[in-house]
């Protein structure tokens, strides 16, 4: 527990200290909720489960979607 400590106290003192710091994590944030917000809505539809019974077929519908935008 003591070194997860030590890590995370090295990284938080590292980014606080920097100027950019703060810019940076607030890209990271956004592109993590870009990521998992926006493209989970509307590439990963729970939809798929109901429409195509296997990986294949569901990989296939993404593929071809992506492909006609």
């Known amino acids: ?6 890590i995370f106290s090295f990284y938080y003192f590292g ?3 920097m100027r950019l710091g703060r810019s940076l994590w607030l890209v990271i944030i956004v592109k993590l909720f870009i990521i998992f917000g926006i493209l989970k809505v ?8 109901k429409l195509y019974a ?6 296939q519908f993404i593929t071809h979607n992506l492909k006609n935008y």
């Open 1 to 6: 527990m003591k070194i997860l400590t030590r």
């Open 42 to 49: 509307f590439i990963y539809d729970n939809s798929l489960h």
């Open 54 to 59: 296997t990986q294949e077929e569901k990989s």
């Open 15 to 17: 980014f606080k200290n």
